[in-house]
């Protein structure tokens, strides 16, 4: 396993991987790897030839008074991980080379930005499809890997990646849960212990929402009421949205009727969360 630290020492290193004729998968992440991650790189790992993943606190995705600084890092934990499964190449690039002086461009998916995720941190998937596209143009993968833990960063990844004929294959995984169905985050270690064990509370809320569904209720405000009554039933808890939207355009539904996403934002203390389940 190699790591590259410039992105213009990889490019000329993907050229030669591609003369081989071997296929590439990317695994994008931010690093502090868990098994969501680790998820997402044994599927590369069985899907192509060769697997990159990227680890990069990408400051252009964080909001002013975000937790940019204070995002959890730990790069060598995350490179013994990575040698364990397998990965060919790790690309850990210093922000300078990401965004020299003078840096100027960037990619705007609109529409499907303007909600959930994109209505409580403005700017946010700018800095992922710039980041994202990025990768793409300095890897050229054949395949990228995707959690489906940020369900709206994927739709986005997917429309950005058909809009501009990136001839990228995007594949989107379920969400890997903590035994007591926490969706695995980077962010849970923010969490003291109290925060934690009401964190429970998201996961359960949208399992009470997916009960209801089972049970025959189509009304949205209905199966909301019941996600919102279980997250305020923790003292800690403020819900940032809850919403059913469609699962490509993220508009919201009234009544369900095809496939609904319910996608939820909960701020347990200071640490802001996100969960979702797709009805079907
Ligand atoms: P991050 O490092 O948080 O930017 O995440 C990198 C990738 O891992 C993204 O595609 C996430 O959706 C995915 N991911 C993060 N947590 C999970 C999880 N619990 N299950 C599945 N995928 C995840």
Avoid: W
């Avoid at 790189?41 to 995705?61: E, G, L």
């Avoid at 990575?82 to 100027?104: H, L, N, Q, T, W």
């Avoid at 529409?111 to 710039?130: E, M, N, Q, W, Y």
């Avoid at 849960?177 to 923010?190: F, I, Q, T």
Wanted: proline content about 4%.
């Amino acid at each position: 396993m190699k790591v590259y630290r410039d992105p213009s020492s990889l490019i000329k290193k993907v050229r030669e991987i591609k003369k081989q004729g071997y296929k590439i998968g990317l695994v994008p992440t931010m690093g502090f790897l868990h098994e969501g991650h680790m998820s997402l790189v044994r599927k590369a790992r069985k899907d192509t030839d060769c697997v990159i993943v990227s680890i990069f606190v990408n400051p252009a995705q964080f909001g002013p008074g975000e937790d940019f600084k204070k995002y959890p890092r730990a790069l060598k934990k995350d490179l013994v991980l990575c040698e364990k499964e397998g990965v060919d190449i790790i690309f850990a690039p210093e922000s300078k080379k990401m965004y020299p002086r003078g840096y100027s461009t960037y990619v705007n998916v609109e529409k499907i930005t303007d909600t959930l995720c994109g209505a409580s941190r403005p700017g946010h998937f700018r800095g992922v499809s710039t980041v994202v596209a990025k990768f793409f143009n300095i890897i050229t993968p054949d395949i990228a890997y995707f959690g489906r833990k940020d369900a709206q960063q994927a739709i986005v990844i997917k429309r950005m990646a058909e809009d501009l004929n990136m001839g990228v294959e995007i594949k989107v995984m379920p969400i890997v849960r903590e035994k007591d169905g926490l969706a695995m985050s980077s962010r849970n270690v923010y969490l003291n212990r109290r925060e934690r064990s009401e964190a429970q509370c998201i996961y359960k809320s949208l399992k009470s929402a997916k009960k209801l569904f089972n049970s025959g209720e189509r009304d949205s405000k209905k199966i909301i009421n019941k996600i919102k009554r279980v997250i305020n039933s923790q003292p800690d808890t403020k819900i940032d949205y809850a919403a059913i939207v469609g699962t490509k355009d993220l508009r919201d539904i009234k009544k369900i009727s095809g496939e609904a996403l319910i996608a939820v934002a909960v701020k347990i203390g200071k640490t802001r969360l996100i969960d979702n389940i797709v009805l079907k």
